[in-house]
């Protein structure tokens, strides 16, 4: 009898320390933060490489102007992203945000805002000057439903056309492309050069891009935006002209693209097996990094001013343990010296219209004088025209498009899209 | 009366109690947690603010009938692809290796060793490497075997691979088939050798050729582990993952249900997500329990 009580207390113990270790796994790293109102947990998943060059810097300019506070870095590595969005679904489900976290800024933030998550920044717009200090296209943008809810960190732009000088050069190519009539007249010269496939292109979300460029050269930035909007329809015969431009581009690229990222697009760019690569202007920073100078970059063909902005912001979430730090750590974000500290490193730009452009490399340079000048339209790839969940879609009738070429079939797909996602 | 309960508790309590914890940690993280995903495959959380009520089999539904492009559908034709190319190829590489080493080779070790050892290897990592292998550029572009093929002057033999729109997934079962093939030919042999000698003499005597030993005393003894080899083949098949992520990573061509799972819930629509791992399970079910339940009789019956 003693020997069966001795067991049967055994495997009760050993099963409550199983159910005690499943249910503490999640726990995690939420207690750092509740451990007194000083520390501020910044939630981001830029953990190596230029953006954590670029958060290094802002964290230096935070502990100038919020001495008071203490910076918790907590960063969360992998997947672009993807592995950070994971960690934060659940955190946020649990009531257990950190004090501010990454996000695209634009439609992306949508989920955020309908499920009341984070709160509502206009009045630190005012106080702080945010709300003159950034373009007004952006702050409209930004706005939703009469309301701010994030502080963009930097600007990059998404439709510039990156171009092998020494390519071009051989083939007596001067001038960048300005419509795409011109741009299909360089791309056959090319092709008659021996440039068999002069455009690089990669898979899914980069082929998102390229279409999406070319939708602003048909449509122009006003009918691009209202695609988003819900003012432009997609089945429109612009749209399918769009498509069918973009299907012609894709005659001039390399069929091997669904097996390629956008650095290895870049590549066959650096060797010179392709002349053009449609990017955004993370390209420079990587291209300077890889030591190629023999670049020119120019908006893509047909787009004129129009700016295609993505933005990494930060927000205040509900329930925020330490909401006065977090302001603290917003008010720098948006301050000149903190957009200043973070986008010199990152290779973006600031969103603030007021920075000295002689602060910065060449290419950051031009893309500051056009960013005061031009018009800014969102991309949906990179989360700012669109909710997540329309950018998978998308993403998937792009793929299919680019196995297919069916016309037809991808409007259809991207009325449906919208038809199923927009104004959610 | 208490007397005899008592014996009966002596008889099942302590294995009961050993069992307990296993029982439980099985319970709430298999069964239960496979509950949760059914009954969130009825709701109508599509997105992160929650689930405002349930919709019966409405995620269902729309997955065969709203699902743009058919995305669903397409999906499940690739997965019937991939798993019929993957299942016919290894059952007819292991079943060819296991008779050629039956026949008697020398060094059968040797060569049982590397048929074998590719099972070693990791989906993810076999996938990165098949992934160079069948690079689908052609001509000077060629990378992988169309580069072998090009530089033989075989040129008729570089295809596009895995990016072909309609037989790609034939292609992507190749680096499986290479897997998996080993091991179907150790099942095959274990098979082979668990056949009494006392049945090829008697089938010696009565003047059997060589085929007709084969057709009709060898084969028909193998129809289990024929079987066997199936299931274990289908179930892997069906949830297929880790070599597509690796080899194409997640797009439209190559997608699976599983991959679709991942990029359904990488947009936060758990209902959707959890409807298709639901069918993935059914799906997986429906080759398994009826190996079960053939199991069990045949068990009984010993």
Redesign the interface.
Known sequence: MRVKTRALVTAAGLALALMASGCGADDGDGGTSGSGNKKVEVFTWWADGGEKAGLDGLVAQFKTDCSQYEFVNGAVAGGAGSNAKQVLASRLQQSDPPDTFQAHAGAELTDYIKAGQIEDLSAQYKEWGLSSAFPKGLVDSLTVGGKIYSVPANIHRANVLWANKTVLANAGITAPAKTMPEFFTQLDTLKAKGIATPLALGKDWTQQMLFEAVLISRLGPDKFNGLWSGKTDWAGADVTDAINDYKKLLTYSNKDRDTFDWTDAEKLLMEGKAAFQLMGDWEAADLDAKNFKDYSYSVFPGNGDAYQWLADSFVLPKGAKNPEGTKCWLKTLGSAAGQKAFNVKKGSIPARTDSVATDYPAYQQAAIADWAKGTPVPSCPHGSACSQGWQGAVGSAQGKFSSDGDVASLQKALVAAAKQFAGK | MSTKNTARM?RW??GL??L??SL??LG??VYGLIGWTAKLSLTDE?????SKGFVGLQNFIDLFTED??G?FVHSLKNLLVFTAVFMLGALLLGLLWAFLLERGVRGEGFFRAVYLFPMAVSFVASGVVW?WLM????GD?AGGLNRIFHDLHLGFLEN?WW?D?DWGMAAMALPAIWQLSGYVMALFLSGFRGIPAELREAAAMDGATGYQLYRHVIFPQLTPTALSALIILGHMSMKMFDLIMSV??????T?VPAVYVW???????YAKAAAISMILLLLVAVVIIPYLIYNNRVERRS
């Open positions: 002596r309590a302590p109690i050993l307990a914890p439980i940690v709430v993280f599509h997105d992160a603010l929650g743009i492009n995305r992934r690079n689908s550029g052609t572009q596009p990016t729109p194409s990573g997640a797009q439209w061509i997608e990029q359904t819930l990488l947009t936060s629509d």
